[in-house]
């Protein structure tokens, strides 16, 4: 992958990680980059699978062949989302890009800045689930803390659709 742009999108299959991934989509992924998802999974006492032998590295990267392969993602612990897997074939077919994922286990704010340097990502898009500032303070901000260590730009995407 050298010399070529790797976007990564920090992805958890929510509505805001989705409106994040389609306008990274929109905005920021051109031809020949390589989009690449950040998934992170809860820390867990795994007995099988590829989640024992990934736990602290991350799972190999994923093609996205293998992601839209409901046994293979099974094997990560991992339920493929149709709408996510629909926007990033979309883009694969129309804008000629590589879509990768990697899975991680355990404190999301730790795990994606650990992914901007084990990759290495050129930029990330992290949405924004639009916490009040009270459970902002208690539950703590996975994008501020990625914004404030990551070292690459990251955009935040916010989620304006308030419930």
């Not at 905005?27 to 989009?35: E, Q």
């Not at 639009?130 to 070292?151: D, E, Q, T, Y």
Request: proline share 5%.
């Amino acid at each position: 992958m050298e010399g070529e742009r790797r976007v990564g999108v920090a992805i958890d299959f929510s509505a805001c990680s989705k409106k994040a991934l389609q306008w990274a989509v929109d905005n920021v992924v051109r031809d020949g980059d390589h989009l690449i998802l950040i998934s992170i999974r809860p820390e867990g006492n795994y007995e099988e699978g590829e989640m024992q032998l990934w736990e602290t590295t991350g799972s190999p990267l994923i093609p996205l062949s293998e992601c839209s392969d409901p046994a293979i993602m099974k094997k990560y612990g991992m339920k493929p989302d149709p709408e996510t897997l629909d926007i990033v074939s979309c883009v694969a077919k129309q804008k000629e890009i590589a879509v990768l994922m990697k899975i991680y286990w355990g404190d999301a704010r730790e795990k994606i800045c650990e992914a901007v340097d084990t990759i290495p990502l050129s930029c990330l898009v992290i949405g924004n689930r639009g916490l009040g500032k009270i459970k902002r303070a208690i539950m703590g901000s996975v994008s501020n803390f990625v914004v404030n260590n990551a070292s690459c730009p990251v955009t935040v995407v916010k989620n304006l659709d308030h419930e």
